[in-house]
């Protein structure tokens, strides 16, 4: 199952800015305002200090990380750890590619896929 036919994530208060934006086709993360730091998942308080946040627009570039293709699934998916270029890693799948040539290291951008339930998905294809 692609992460296109999965059931959409839950929508919690905490997240709506993170949906709203991928519906905009921008991709927000959240900064911790008393380190600077980025982080993703999206949450209230900050992971260094349990501090306030606040949301951040970044590139949407980066780098594949780590990634497996689940061939035996219909029809087969790339499941990726991303690094952005601001430094977070995301989770996603990497999608519009040759699943036999995707690799460690490839330059990867954020596209907008709709989910079943018509919801915008932040997610990567090649940058190239």
């Known amino acids: 199952m692609s992460m296109t ?6 929508l919690l208060s905490e997240t709506q800015p993170f949906w709203d934006a991928a519906e905009q086709g921008r991709l927000l993360i959240k900064r911790c305002e008393d380190t600077g730091k980025l982080f993703f998942y999206p949450r209230d308080h900050s992971p260094f200090t349990l501090g306030a946040t606040t949301w951040v627009e970044v590139s949407g570039m980066g780098t ?24 977070p890693i995301v989770m996603s799948n990497i999608v ?27 997610m990567f294809a090649p940058a190239s």
């Open 96 to 122: 519009d590619a040759d699943l036999d040539q995707v690799r460690i290291g490839d330059r990867v951008k954020v596209v907008f896929k709709a989910a079943p339930d018509g919801k915008t998905v932040p």
């Open 5 to 10: 036919d999965a059931a959409p994530p839950a």
């Open 64 to 87: 594949i990380y780590s990634c497996s293709v689940a061939r035996r699934a219909k029809p087969p998916y790339c499941i990726a750890y991303v690094t952005l270029d601001e430094g």
